[in-house]
Nanobody, 119 residues
Framework: VQLQASGGGLVQAGDSLRLSCDAS????????MGWYRQAPGKERELVAG???????SYADFVKGRFTISRDNAKNAVYLQMNSLEPEDTAVYYC??????????????WGQGTQVTVSS
């Protein structure tokens, strides 16, 4: 599975951005697609995830500002980010999880896209 993320950029506080991630390759259905982020000097953290059925989950710091969505036909996941804050500045990584049965999980990462929010 190859994940290609796009949509990052430099914006001002209060602005919006939409991240996109396209999965390619040969694979069965992707169970969970989501977004993580890593700010300088910090550990990578979960931002949002969505099951194949579209059930979303969010980190508390999202506070209703971000919305994750999937397009299973395109093997794509999107992250609409509104009311961006300087604290949202980070490299955002696309993530895909494929459950292989017997408790096994294959996990894949995209290359990351930089989001910078100026105050």
């Amino acid at each position: 599975v190859q994940l290609q993320a796009s949509g990052g950029g430099l914006v001002q506080a209060g602005d919006s951005l939409r991240l996109s991630c396209d999965a390619s390759g040969s694979f069965p259905s992707i169970n969970v697609m989501g977004w993580y982020r890593q700010a300088p000097g910090k550990e990578r953290e979960l931002v949002a995830g969505a099951t194949r059925a579209g059930t979303p989950s969010y980190a508390d710091f999202v506070k209703g500002r971000f919305t994750i969505s999937r397009d299973n036909a395109k093997n794509a996941v999107y992250l609409q980010m509104n009311s961006l804050e300087p604290e949202d500045t980070a490299v955002y990584y696309c993530n895909a999880k494929i459950y292989a049965g017997s408790g096994r999980k294959n996990e894949y990462w995209g290359q990351g896209t930089q989001v910078t929010v100026s105050s």
